[in-house]
């Protein structure tokens, strides 16, 4: 098993790179965050997965050790293969897609391209204690800060803001200080919306 890369940057692509190591060129596929994460300079190291089919071995590349264990953990579920995983790594932060996992938030994970409803709650049943368990979150903080998003997010409707573009704000601000008070939330989004 191919369990990391370390080489030239020969290629870089939004989907793949191509690593030069010793000569022999590696061409891994890869999510958008590690293409934006991928260092300026010639020499990287990345993290892998040998995904190997009756048809193919493929070689898919992270940025951190991270990624490939939510990777790892997407691909254990049924109905979610490695283009389905590296798609939600690529609309999603790792972050991101633990918080939906942990709070059990069926539409965040429904609006990947390519999984419904029976797949995100089969995620969501399958990941959850996995991944509260791997990356040590706080349940009530998780549903403390969710409860306080969509409050202000409600509220920020109302007063007449498109939802998508509140959402991106209210979620940076939840990332700055997840202990916000749902008061302080909406102050902040109104400020940068």
């Known amino acids: ?12 692509n939004p989907t ?31 993290q892998t997965h040998l995904s190997i089919r009756e048809d193919a071995h493929t070689l898919y ?13 997407l691909i254990s ?5 490695p283009s389905i995983a ?3 790594l690529s609309s999603m932060t790792t972050d991101e897609i633990q918080q939906a996992i942990a709070s059990e938030n069926v539409r965040v994970i429904q609006s990947v ?4 409803a029976k797949t995100a709650q089969r995620v969501i049943i399958d990941l959850k204690e996995k991944i509260l368990k791997t990356f040590d979150i706080d349940e009530v903080s998780i ?3 969710n409860t306080n998003k969509e409050e202000a997010l409600s509220a ?9 573009q509140a959402t991106k704000v209210v979620t940076n601000i939840i990332k700055e200080s997840p202990t916000i008070t749902v008061e302080g939330l909406i102050k902040k989004a109104l400020k940068n919306l």
């Open 16 to 46: 793949y790179v191509v690593v030069d190591c010793n000569g022999v060129g590696y061409m891994l596929h890869i999510s958008l965050n590690t293409y934006t994460s991928l260092p300026t300079e010639e020499l990287i190291t990345l």
């Open 61 to 73: 590349g992270f940025i951190d050790k991270v990624e490939r264990e939510i990777f790892r953990l």
């Open 156 to 164: 920020l409707e109302v007063l007449g803001f498109a939802r998508k």
């Open 1 to 12: 098993m191919i369990t990391q890369i370390k080489g030239r940057l020969v290629e870089k």
């Open 113 to 116: 391209k390519g999984i419904g």
């Open 143 to 145: 549903e403390e800060s």
């Open 77 to 81: 579920v049924s109905g979610v293969g």
């Open 86 to 88: 590296r798609t939600m």
